[in-house]
């Protein structure tokens, strides 16, 4: 008899977060910080192509890029048209949470080079 391992689709039992995802693949997928600044980007200008030249990329790997954190949220960000882009009440939300954590990250940086710049007193926040 083989042994079912963890790679296996049949080894999640029924009902497991696991055997929900019908691409396992997304369960090891992250949201990484650039997916935060290229959505910003394009929730900004409204437009793609607008935002990569600001973002001073092409247009395809950014497209790329939203389409794959859309797909990692499992919702639409967007309403596309031909004239640009509209929000979404789901990208709306997250256009909010994406400025605060890259708020929140950047100061972060400030205090922990502080900390390492000998500085004593952090303030508290």
């Not at 691409?23 to 990484?32: A, G, H, P, Q, Y």
């Not at 919702?75 to 929000?87: A, D, E, I, Y």
Request: glycine fraction near 8%; aromatic fraction near 6%.
């Amino acid at each position: 008899m083989q042994e079912i391992a963890p790679g296996n689709p049949r080894y999640w039992p029924k009902g497991s977060v696991e055997s929900c995802v019908e691409d396992i693949s997304l369960v090891r997928t992250s949201i990484e910080l650039r997916h935060l600044r290229y959505f910003i980007a394009v929730a900004e200008h409204l437009n793609f192509g607008k935002a990569a030249r600001a973002l001073n990329v092409s247009q395809p790997p950014l497209s790329r890029q939203i389409r794959d954190l859309e797909q990692y949220l499992g919702v639409s960000l967007f309403c596309r048209n031909p004239k640009g882009v509209s929000l979404t009440g789901a990208g709306q939300l997250l256009l909010g949470e994406s400025r605060r954590i890259l708020d929140e990250l950047a100061l972060s940086v400030r205090l922990v080079r502080r900390a390492g710049n000998g500085v004593s007193k952090i303030p508290v926040v």
